[in-house]
Structures are given as C-alpha cells and as structure tokens.
C-alpha cells in the first residue's frame, strides 16, 4: 500500500522545512493542508513557501483559490485525493487539523446548503440559532450557525451525518510526524515571525487585498483582522503587534491541543533538524 507522510505541528513550529527536507531527501513532493495557505492573495501573512523555497520540489495545493472563494475541507480533500494519486513520496504539511483528519480518516458526506438557506441562517441573531438548532453541543458561533443550515436544508440534525461511516478519498499507510516543540521556544518564534512579516510587507499585502473587497475564508489568516483595524485607524501599529502575536500563540496553542489529542502520532520531535530514523518509520 502507498505510504504518505504527514507532518503535522502548530504554527510557527517549522514543519514547512521540516516538510521541505524530507520532500528533497526522498525525491519526492509537498503537499499542503492548510487552510489559509490554499489562497493565493496573502503569501507573506500565512506563511506560504516561497518560490525559491519550492524551486526543485514540486509544490502542490498552494495558492489555489482567490479571495472570493471559500476553502472548504471536502474541497480540499477531493484536491488531495487527486495530487496524491499522481506521486511519488508525497509528503502532507500542515497545521489544519480538520484537514488531516479527513485525509487520515475520511469525512462525512453532508449534502451541499442552499444558498438561500445559508444567508437566511447568517443574518439571525446567534440567540435565535442556538434556539432552533437541534442534537448540538458546539458552543462556536460558526459551528451552530453551519448546524442549522444543516438541519434547515436536510431535515435532519448535524450529528446524525456526523454519525454516520465515514467515506475514505485516500487509501494509503499514513506516517504522522509531530513537530512539537518546547512551548516557550514557539511563542518566541510565533513573535518573532509575524514582526518579520511586517518587515517584509505585510502591511501592504492586507492593504492591497482589501481594495479587493474579500469574502472568503482568506480574511482568516491570523493577522489579517489586526492589520486591518490598524490600516482603518481603529488601533496603533503597537495595539495590532500586540493583538496579531496573541491571537497567533493562542491558535497554536488550540493546535497543540488538537495534535495531542487527535493525531495518534508516530514520531515526535521537538526540532525541525532531529535526525530522522527512517527505517524506524519503515519509509
């Protein structure tokens, strides 16, 4: 059976390198599972590779969607499915976790929402969701919201698609690998990466995607709603840093929890240059 490397870390954690180093050492190519790094208008804020980085490894799934389009995890999925059928040594990286558990395990077909039903569900009051939604225990705005339009449009509840067989797009042997480093040694890093992307324009890139009146899922790049709020005169450039670091460390900080919790890892490591046992991970 075909074996698929996923490496999996938090943001900021390195497991781009990471990715990177072993696509190179086995001749193969990088696959990305990221949810805000498949849009194409903000390279410098979500941390995509660069094209130098990806000069000589093929690159796939990056970039692919404007900022009028939403990224959604069958989507992506079904993008995957395809890469991957077509090569060779693939190595999967991301910090998505909803992402690679559909790619490791598979996903529950829920029938698409009309759009009618869906904006008629956007526009209630969250009081009156949580009030119509029925079999729920999600406390996100965003999931009740998703729950309803669900149950509107089929007739049944969220839960009862979330309870049925999951149908598998990828049938391979899957090597996870965990890029968890030590917690204080990330935050200094989560800090130390966004002022860099200021350095290198940032700014400028949040700028130029607002002329473009977004409305996708890419203004959920950590980030983007500080810069924003600082570029509207809402905020000082010291208030956005400050905001746009704290929201990084606590997204990667829900990423930790979920990679615990949830990824069953093989291998561990706390750095992106641990020496990696191959014939361990039997690759």
């Not at 999925?77 to 909803?98: C, D, F, K, S, Y």
């Not at 829920?110 to 119509?132: C, G, N, T």
């Not at 049944?156 to 049925?164: H, S, Y």
């Not at 049938?171 to 992307?197: G, H, S, T």
């Amino acid at each position: 059976m075909k074996k698929i490397i996923v490496i999996a870390g938090a943001t900021a954690s390195g497991k781009s390198d990471l990715a990177l180093k072993m696509a190179r050492t086995l001749n193969g190519a990088v696959v990305n599972a990221d949810s805000v790094q498949v849009y194409a208008d903000l390279p410098l804020l979500t941390a995509r590779p660069t094209n130098e980085d990806m000069q000589g490894t093929p690159h796939y799934l990056y970039g692919y969607l404007n900022c009028h389009q939403n990224s959604t995890v069958l989507n992506w999925l079904e993008r995957a499915a395809n890469a991957l059928a077509h090569i060779q040594n693939p190595v999967v990286v991301g910090g998505t976790g909803m992402y690679i558990d559909a790619l490791i395990n598979g996903i529950n077909e829920i029938p698409d929402v009309p759009p009618e039903i869906r904006e008629r569900v956007r526009q209630m009051p969250l009081d009156d969701v949580k009030a119509h939604v029925k079999d729920c225990t999600a406390v996100d705005p965003q999931r009740l919201r998703r729950a309803l339009e669900v149950q509107w449009a089929t007739g049944k509840p969220l839960a009862w698609f979330q309870r049925q067989p999951r149908k598998k797009y990828v049938q391979a042997e899957f090597v996870k690998i965990w890029l968890n480093p030590p917690r204080d040694v990330l935050y200094q890093r989560c800090n130390a990466r966004f002022l860099k992307m200021l350095d290198h324009g940032a700014i400028d890139e949040v700028a130029a995607l607002n002329e473009q009146n977004p409305g996708g899922g890419v203004k959920k790049a950590i980030g983007y709603a500080q810069i924003t709020a600082f570029l509207n005169g809402e905020i000082t450039r010291e208030e956005m840093v400050g905001a746009s670091t704290q929201a990084t460390r606590n997204y990667a900080k829900r990423q930790i929890t979920w990679f615990k919790n949830q990824l069953n890892a093989d291998l561990v490591l706390e750095s992106n240059t641990q020496e990696i046992d191959f014939t361990r991970l039997k690759l």
